[in-house]
C-alpha cells in the first residue's frame, strides 16, 4: 500500500504486523529533487531476506514543499509506503523531530537526502544491531562523484568519512545521523529528541545524551551508503562557511571547556602562519588547513557572540 498524507501521527501508518521488525527510513530532505530521487529508487530494491518491513517517511524542510513531486511519483510506481510531511521552518533539528513524529515500527534508520544505499544496506544494519543488542548501529558514508573533481578535492580526501570494524563501539564524538538505524524506542525517552538550538552537530548532541543514559551504539562495516559530492561542494567559500557554522555550533558542546577553548585560540594563529606554507605545498594542503582553522575560528566568534554563518544551515 503507497500512503501519501501529510501531518498525520505515526500511529496511522498501515503497516501490517508480519511478526517481524519493521523499520522506518526517515529522510530530511530541502531542495534536492534529484537527489531524493535517486535515493528512493534505491529504496525500492531493499533485500528483507524475510527478516524485517520497512516503510518510509520523507520531512520536507522546504515551506513551498518542493519535495511533493518526488514523492508522489515514488508512491504510485512503488509497493513501499511512504508517508510525506512538511516542516516549515528552516531547521535540521525540527525537520529530524518531524521525521521521527511520523514514524512507526520498531526501528528507525536514518539517511540523508543526498545518499543511497546498497540494497542490503537494512538487512545488514538489522542483523548488526540484533546480534550486538545494542541501541544503533552506524555505518560508512562513502563519498561519490557524479562529475570528476578537482585533483586537490581527491588529494586533501575531502568528504572521506573515518571507518571502523564492526562491532566498534562508537565515542559521540563520530556519530551522526547520515547513516544509522536506532531502536525507536531510544527516541521515544523524550520530546523533540534533537535540540533546536543546534544548526549542525544536532546528532552528536543527541548520541551523546543517549550515551549518558547507557545506551550503546557500535559500527557495522558492512551497511556502507554513499554520499553525492556534487560541483557545489567543492566551491571553497561553501566549505569555509560549512566549518565556520561546525566550529560555532561545536562551541555549544560539553567538551568545549577551557582546555578546547585554550586550542582553538593556539590553533587559529598557528594555521594562519602556515597556510603560505601549504600554498606552495598544493591545493589539497592550502584548504585543508585552511578549513580546520575555520572550526576552530567558527568556534571563537560565536563564544564572543559573533555569529559567523547567520542562515539555518549551509546546504550545498
Same mark, same amino acid.
Given at each position: 500500500?503507497? &500512503?501519501?498524507?501529510?501531518?498525520?501521527?505515526?500511529?496511522?501508518?498501515?503497516?501490517?504486523?508480519?511478526?517481524? +521488525?519493521?523499520?522506518?527510513? =526517515?529522510?530530511?530532505?530541502?531542495?534536492? $529533487?534529484?537527489?531524493?530521487?535517486?535515493?528512493?529508487?534505491?529504496?525500492?530494491?531493499?533485500?528483507?531476506?524475510?527478516?524485517?518491513?520497512?516503510?518510509?517517511?520523507?520531512?520536507?524542510?522546504?515551506?513551498?514543499?518542493?519535495?511533493?513531486?518526488?514523492?508522489?511519483?515514488?508512491?504510485?510506481?512503488?509497493? &513501499?509506503?511512504?508517508?510525506?510531511?512538511?516542516?516549515?521552518?528552516?531547521? &535540521? $533539528?525540527?525537520?529530524?523531530?518531524?521525521?521521527?513524529?511520523?514514524? =512507526?515500527?520498531?526501528?528507525?534508520?536514518?539517511?540523508?537526502?543526498?545518499?543511497?544505499?546498497?540494497?542490503?544496506?537494512?538487512?545488514?544494519?538489522?542483523?548488526? %544491531?540484533?546480534?550486538?543488542?545494542?541501541?544503533?548501529?552506524?555505518?560508512?558514508?562513502?563519498?561519490?562523484?557524479?562529475?570528476?573533481?578537482?585533483?586537490?578535492?581527491?588529494?586533501?580526501?575531502?568528504? =572521506?568519512? $573515518?571507518?571502523?570494524?564492526?562491532?566498534?563501539?562508537? +565515542?559521540?564524538?563520530?556519530?551522526?545521523?547520515?547513516?544509522?538505524?536506532?531502536?525507536?524506542?531510544?527516541?521515544?525517552?523524550?520530546?523533540?529528541?534533537?535540540?533546536?538550538?543546534?544548526?549542525?552537530?544536532?546528532?552528536?548532541?543527541?548520541?551523546?545524551?543517549?550515551?549518558?543514559?547507557?545506551?550503546?551504539?557500535?559500527? %557495522?562495516?558492512?551497511?556502507?551508503?554513499?554520499?553525492?559530492?556534487?560541483?557545489?561542494?567543492?566551491?571553497?567559500?561553501?566549505?569555509?562557511?560549512?566549518?565556520?557554522?561546525?566550529?560555532?555550533?561545536?562551541?555549544?558542546?560539553?567538551?568545549?571547556?577551557?582546555?578546547? &577553548?585554550?586550542?582553538?585560540?593556539?590553533?587559529?594563529?598557528?594555521?594562519?602562519?602556515?597556510?603560505?606554507? %601549504?600554498?606552495?605545498?598544493?591545493?589539497?594542503?592550502?584548504?585543508?588547513?585552511?578549513?580546520?582553522?575555520?572550526?576552530?575560528?567558527?568556534?571563537?566568534?560565536?563564544?564572543?557572540?559573533?555569529?559567523?554563518?547567520?542562515?539555518?544551515?549551509?546546504?550545498?
Amino acid at each position: 500500500m503507497n &500512503i501519501l498524507v501529510e501531518h498525520c501521527t505515526a500511529s496511522s501508518l498501515d503497516v501490517q504486523d508480519r511478526g517481524v +521488525p519493521h523499520i522506518c527510513v =526517515c529522510i530530511c530532505t530541502f531542495k534536492r $529533487p534529484e537527489t531524493l530521487g535517486r535515493l528512493l529508487n534505491q529504496l525500492k530494491s531493499q533485500e528483507t531476506g524475510g527478516r524485517f518491513t520497512y516503510s518510509v517517511v520523507v520531512a520536507d524542510n522546504d515551506a513551498g514543499r518542493s519535495a511533493e513531486p518526488v514523492v508522489s511519483e515514488f508512491a504510485a510506481s512503488s509497493s &513501499i509506503a511512504i508517508r510525506y510531511c512538511v516542516e516549515p521552518a528552516q531547521s &535540521i $533539528p525540527l525537520a529530524r523531530n518531524k521525521a521521527i513524529a511520523n514514524s =512507526c515500527g520498531d526501528y528507525v534508520a536514518f539517511i540523508d537526502d543526498d545518499e543511497f544505499p546498497k540494497s542490503d544496506w537494512l538487512l545488514n544494519a538489522l542483523n548488526t %544491531c540484533q546480534r550486538f543488542d545494542v541501541a544503533g548501529v552506524l555505518g560508512p558514508v562513502q563519498r561519490h562523484f557524479d562529475e570528476q573533481p578537482p585533483k586537490w578535492i581527491v588529494k586533501s580526501k575531502f568528504y =572521506c568519512r $573515518p571507518t571502523h570494524n564492526t562491532g566498534y563501539t562508537m +565515542p559521540w564524538e563520530e556519530c551522526r545521523t547520515g547513516n544509522v538505524l536506532l531502536r525507536r524506542e531510544v527516541l521515544q525517552q523524550e520530546a523533540g529528541p534533537f535540540r533546536a538550538e543546534f544548526r549542525a552537530g544536532e546528532d552528536q548532541d543527541l548520541f551523546r545524551r543517549m550515551m549518558e543514559k547507557g545506551h550503546r551504539f557500535i559500527w %557495522c562495516d558492512e551497511a556502507p551508503v554513499f554520499e553525492v559530492v556534487p560541483p557545489s561542494r567543492w566551491d571553497r567559500a561553501v566549505m569555509l562557511r560549512r566549518a565556520l557554522l561546525r566550529g560555532a555550533m561545536a562551541s555549544l558542546q560539553p567538551n568545549c571547556g577551557f582546555v578546547g &577553548i585554550m586550542k582553538s585560540i593556539v590553533a587559529v594563529p598557528a594555521y594562519t602562519l602556515a597556510l603560505p606554507f %601549504c600554498l606552495i605545498a598544493g591545493q589539497h594542503w592550502f584548504m585543508t588547513v585552511l578549513v580546520k582553522m575555520c572550526d576552530h575560528l567558527g568556534k571563537l566568534l560565536f563564544l564572543v557572540g559573533i555569529d559567523p554563518v547567520k542562515e539555518p544551515y549551509v546546504s550545498g
